[in-house]
Structure formats: C-alpha cells, structure tokens
C-alpha cells in the first residue's frame, strides 16, 4: 500500500473494497455474451448468433445536476438507474437490443459502501434493460470534487439487424403518436428545478423532506424518482405490432426531441390535454409561473416516449403496452409541414 499516495487523498485500498462490495450488484447482470469479469483491462462480450447483418449502436450520457439532490438527501440507491436508462432508452429509439453498459463514477472520496450502492443502481438499470454490466471505472480525484460529491456517466452498446432499424422513413403524414408515461422529470431540467425549489439553500435539505399540496410523498422523494427504463417495452411493440419511430423524450422536452424522429417536410401535432400531467410538473408552473413553451420545452410534462406508428395500428399499439404494464395514450398526430411542434 502506498502511504503516500493515501496522504495525497487517494486511497486504494478503499478501491480494492469497492470492487469487493459491487461484485455481487455486477454479476447479476451478466448475460449468456458476457466473456469477462471484474478486474480485467477490458469487458469482453460475445455477439452470438441470430442476426443476419448486425449493426452495433451506441450512446453514452450522464446524470447531470440530478445528482446534487442525491447529495443533499444522501440517498445513492437508484441515481445508477437514471444513468442507463439515458443510454439504453436512446439506443432503443433506433430499435436496438442494449448488449452491454460501462459505467464512470468519478468521487472525492472513496467511500466502499456508497460506491456499492451507486453501482447497486447502475445493475438495477442494467437488469431492467437486459444489459450487462461488463466494465466501468472508478477515480478518486480530492481536490477536484468535495468528499462527499461524485459525477456519474455511462456508455450502451446495443444490437439491431441492419434492415430493422428505425429511423423514421417510413414515418407519414397521418401517423399516430403513441405516447407512454414517464415516472416522473427523469433526469433532465434540474437546473431549472433546482432554482424553482431554491435548492441550493441552506434549507434544503428540510424543503425536500416537506410534501407540497399534490404530492403523495416528499417532494424529495418525488424529484429523485429514477427515469423509467422502456427498452423491453419497445422492443416488445417493435416486434409484435410494428412501428415507424421512436423519440426519448429527454433535454429540450417536446419541442426539440419529436422533431428528432421525423425527416423533412413533417411536423407533429400534439394533444397537451390528452395524457396525465404529474402533480410535480403543475407544482412547477405554479411555484415559478412557468410558461407552457417553458415547460414543454424543457420536461418530459408526463410523456417519456413517443410512437410514430400507422393510425390504424395506434389503439393496438396502446393495448400492447397496456398490457406490459405502461400507461400509453394516443397523444397527436404527424403532419406535413415545416419541422416543429405544436400543442393544440
């Protein structure tokens, strides 16, 4: 053990006991492809069979100021969700099977069993995606970040065969849109609420354990809801109905992440009264008097994902996710126009 890089804040032995504590979380997720362990210098993952001209798609991201509530709350359980549920749900838009997800965790200070309970979050995620957890990285940086912070990202590598992908061409005016609930602000905008709650207060801490009219647990608890993870979902509807495109509906809210499923020369037209707006996001209006282009472009408002599928085959698409347990409405349609948005 080296005593002087442990004076230097930078302990390794703390590291070994990480490891040692997430490896039960880790090897719950491992799947028939997974060729490795901890400890190696690289995940392996083996493709197999039954595709007949695969395409690997990939994504990465991160948590974002999410995780400061994380921090005031000290609660670290399922802040690992929200990271791959940014990575898989984004590659499953394209109609892709997650395979493997790699996680970064960047800390102040090694603390084994906060990290243990980090990772416990990222395997979570990873088991709700049908992902495995093969590889990822933990940095002890003092200095760089308080000891009691950490940043989190991670990295999805999926599978699609190459005449199955969906990118949106087959999208048409007339089209449905599908839209399924989301659990909540997932893990965007919390910039913004963390301005409106006044979360960088030294109250805090006591006005999230406080539960605001429309709430029915601590407006806390409600902000750290962890982002729904729709890729068995989808790739369910994918396979039994069919569909023409898919949108994560992540920064930018509706206004700039529809427009992302649709080719040129079409638009969406969306319903705002059509679907089940949480009690948080009228909590939101309400506290800062938010503006609807404020709001829509911005939050998920309620909708994590978006459908574009034939108008024929929208109530079944509905049906379909109704009954693998998702809230689903047919929230607007595509029509031909200049790219965009409107909320009718």
């Known amino acids: 053990m080296s005593t002087a890089y442990k004076a230097a804040g930078v302990d ?3 590291g070994y006991e990480a490891v040692k504590l997430m490896k039960e979380h880790v090897n719950k997720t491992f799947t028939s492809g997974v060729l490795s362990g901890l400890g ?3 995940g392996l993952f083996e493709l197999g069979d039954g595709y007949q001209n695969p395409v690997l798609v990939s994504g990465t991201d991160g948590v974002g100021t999410k995780l400061r509530l994380a921090f005031l709350m000290d609660k670290h359980d399922t802040i690992g969700q929200d990271c791959v549920a940014m990575c898989a749900n984004d590659i499953a838009c394209s109609g892709a099977k997650p395979l493997f997800f790699l996680d970064y965790l960047a800390v102040g200070k090694n603390v084994p069993t906060r990290i243990a309970e980090i990772v416990k979050g990222v395997a979570d995620g990873c088991m709700q995606a049908g992902a495995a957890l093969i590889g990822g990285e933990t940095a002890e940086m003092p200095g760089f970040y308080a000891e009691d912070e950490y940043d989190l990202a991670g990295f999805c590598v999926g ?3 190459k005449d199955k992908i969906l990118d949106g061409k087959k999208t048409a005016p007339g089209d449905a849109l599908v839209g399924i609930a989301s659990s909540g602000i997932h893990s965007n905008g919390y910039s913004l609420v963390r301005k409106i709650f006044n979360l960088d207060a030294a109250s805090a801490k ?3 354990m406080d539960t605001p009219g429309g709430l ?5 608890e409600t902000l750290l809801t962890p982002t729904k993870i729709y890729v068995k979902s989808l790739l369910s509807v994918i396979e039994h109905v069919g ?3 898919v949108s994560h509906i992540t920064g930018g809210g509706f206004y700039e992440n529809i427009p992302r499923m649709l080719p040129d020369g079409l638009c969406a037209k969306v319903h705002k009264n059509s679907f089940e707006i949480p009690a948080i996001f009228k909590l939101m209006e309400e ?3 938010l ?3 404020d709001l829509f472009n911005t939050f998920n408002m309620g909708i994590g994902l978006v459908i574009a599928v034939d108008k024929t085959k929208a109530d079944e698409v509905v049906c379909h996710l109704q009954s693998l347990g998702e809230k689903a409405w047919v929230i607007g349609e595509v029509a031909a126009g200049e790219p965009g948005v409107t909320l009718l």
């Open 216 to 220: 029915t647990c601590s407006l806390g």
């Open 40 to 42: 190696g210098f690289g």
């Open 159 to 161: 599978v699609v065969d």
């Open 287 to 289: 506290t800062a008097s």
């Open 206 to 208: 006591e006005r999230l």
């Open 12 to 14: 390794v032995e703390a």
């Open 243 to 245: 569909i023409h495109a």
């Open 291 to 293: 503006s609807e282009r």
